[in-house]
């Protein structure tokens, strides 16, 4: 493994299910226990020692691509970016207020579901949709590593092998870092984030990290991964019965196969251990309505 200390999670869902499961605590030899035990202190100050060691610097920016958009009942300009981070190049969109930028701007970063990547049609769909008012504001949207971008008919393409909610998170702030030396920015700009499904785990990961973030509004992200719903969905994919959730299948080739297989013992080291550092509890099933949660969302973070 290239992660030293790899931050993970089984799924994403906006209700984690705790109905029993199997209460055996051994699988093919697999200590479910040891696996499933919440993260121990000296395991979280190794992690985040090691995002002390990233670097996320704005590094060789070009431009790879520049046309308009329609978004927020004006046309917008679109730039596609390449940036280098470690030694991967990954790609993001820069939308911008066609007439240009006054002062400060605001940024509001989109990190998208899924791990297919994003397109400008799916942004344009949800951000209409929540009629998030982006008067001078920079729209950072990253596509992550292993992942795309697509513009109508063109993908661009950003290397690397997947890293969901480790190495994505990387991607993210040094594109967000690229952003604002981009468009030379000065003073502090304010900083929002809006995610959905894994790139919610990824903006609460960037929030943690990165104390220039003001405010975030994640959908269906998630806040805690120890519980019984995580545990059962690693056990059906020892069963060899995976469920079909984004990032499973890179859970499933570098840590429960090689698991299973004796390549990581039961108790997996620190470095092989699925821990996550994100706000306590979980998120649970509402019935707050989603046009209730946009309103809030456009009165506190996004303007």
């Known amino acids: 493994m290239h992660n030293k200390y790899i931050i993970m999670a089984l799924l994403f869902l906006l209700a984690c299910d705790n109905s029993p499961t199997n209460t055996d605590p051994l699988i093919d030899d697999v200590d479910l226990d040891s696996l499933f035990a919440a993260p121990s202190a000296s395991e979280i100050a190794q992690v985040t020692a090691d995002w002390q060691t990233r670097d996320i610097s704005a590094r060789n920016i070009k431009l790879l691509y520049s046309d308009s958009v329609f978004l927020d009942v004006e046309m917008k300009a679109l730039e596609v970016i390449s940036h280098q981070v470690d030694t991967s190049t990954h790609i993001g969109a820069l939308i911008t207020p066609i007439g240009g930028l006054n002062n400060t701007p605001d940024i509001l970063v989109y990190l998208h579901g899924g791990d297919d990547g994003t397109s ?163 998120t649970k099933t509402t019935d707050v309505k989603f046009e209730q949660v946009v309103e809030v969302a456009r009165e506190q973070y996004l303007g």
């Not at 799916?122 to 697509?150: A, D, K, W």
């Open 120 to 282: 400008m049609f799916e942004i344009s769909l949800v951000l209409n949709s929540m009629h998030i008012n982006l008067t001078n504001t920079i729209l950072v949207v990253p596509s992550f590593r292993g992942e795309t971008f697509t513009f109508i008919d063109t993908t661009f393409s950003s290397s690397a092998e997947s890293s969901p909610w480790d190495r994505d998170v990387d991607d993210a702030l040094a594109l967000l870092n690229a952003a604002i030396e981009y468009h030379s920015i000065t003073g502090a700009p304010k900083i929002a984030l809006l995610g959905f499904s894994i790139g919610a785990g990824v903006g609460l990961l960037m929030s943690i990290r990165d104390p220039r973030i003001a405010g975030m509004v994640e959908f269906f992200g998630p806040t805690y991964f120890f519980d019984g719903f995580n545990r059962e969905v690693a056990e059906e994919t020892f069963a060899g019965h995976p469920r079909d959730l984004p990032g499973l299948n890179y859970i499933n080739e570098h840590f429960l196969i090689p698991l299973q297989a004796g390549e990581l013992s039961g108790v997996i080291p620190v470095g092989k251990r699925f821990v996550i550092l994100l706000c306590e509890g979980r």
